[in-house]
Antibody
Framework: QITLKESGPTLVKPTQTLTLTCTFS??????????VGWIRQPPGKALEWLGI???????QYSPSLKNRLTITKDTSKNQVVLTMTNMDPGDTGTYYC??????????????????WGQGTRVIVSS | IQLTQSPSSLSASVGDRVTITCRAS??????LAWYQQKPGKAPKLLIY???TLQSGVPSRFSGSGSGTDFTLTISSLQPEDFATYYC??????????FGGGTKVEIK
């Protein structure tokens, strides 16, 4: 059974750097084609994909946030860390991590986010 | 890439047939998933590859489409289906963008 859980501060001040940790079990980030993604959701708003890291350390970031984001992994600890710099009140929301396995499905090479962690709330306020 | 969902919200009754649309700003073949999210909960995968039902998801849910136009259909809305639904593009060569969501409310 795959599980993921996000952890980190609930309250951060504007301009500070946010660091969130995703601790997972039931899979390894040393396994080919596996990735862990980050997604956030402002209160009452839509999901926003932030970025993803893969088993081979390839990373992909949202174009609108790539200058502020860093995703790293510690395979031995089964953890992925999201760092977001220069936090703003507009970054308030729930942050999720999720498992992604990319595979051939017919002629398609794709992967979806499943399962997700429970999410962690982050408030940006002075 | 942008995904535009319509409508942004809808009201329906139990037993109704509900259709939600997701339009991509460029051709994404069948690289699309649908998720269901209930208040205070993480999203749950319903459909991937545009039309393949995730294991354990009721058969009243179905997906169709290819290219730029996709639909999620609930054939007979049940009380537990009142939620917000999101589409997501799954091509790893592009940003893994989500649509803006469609909230399904009780009429």
């Amino acid at each position: 059974q795959i599980t993921l859980k996000e952890s980190g501060p609930t309250l951060v001040k504007p301009t500070q750097t946010l660091t969130l940790t995703c601790t997972f079990s039931g899979f390894s980030l040393a396994t080919t084609e596996v990735g862990v993604g980050w997604i956030r959701q402002p209160p009452g708003k839509a999901l926003e994909w932030l970025g993803i890291i893969y088993w081979n350390n390839d990373k992909q970031y949202s174009p609108s946030l790539k200058n502020r984001l860093t995703i790293t992994k510690d395979t031995s600890k089964n953890q992925v860390v999201l760092t977001m710099t220069n936090m703003d009140p507009g970054d308030t929301g729930t942050y999720y991590c999720a498992h992604r396995l990319v595979q051939w499905f017919g002629a398609l090479y794709l992967g979806w986010f499943d399962p997700w962690g429970q999410g962690t709330r982050v408030i940006v306020s002075s | 890439i942008q995904l535009t969902q319509s409508p942004s919200s809808l009201s329906a009754s139990v037993g109704d047939r509900v259709t939600i649309t997701c339009r991509a700003s460029q051709d994404i073949s069948r690289y699309l998933a649908w998720y269901q999210q209930k208040p205070g909960k993480a999203p749950k995968l319903l459909i991937y590859a545009a039309s393949t039902l995730q294991s354990g998801v009721p058969s009243r849910f179905s997906g169709s489409g290819s290219g730029t136009d996709f639909t999620l259909t609930i054939s007979s809305l049940q009380p537990e289906d009142f939620a917000t639904y999101y589409c997501q593009q799954l091509n790893s060569n592009l940003a893994l963008t989500f649509g803006g969501g469609t909230k399904v409310e009780i009429k």
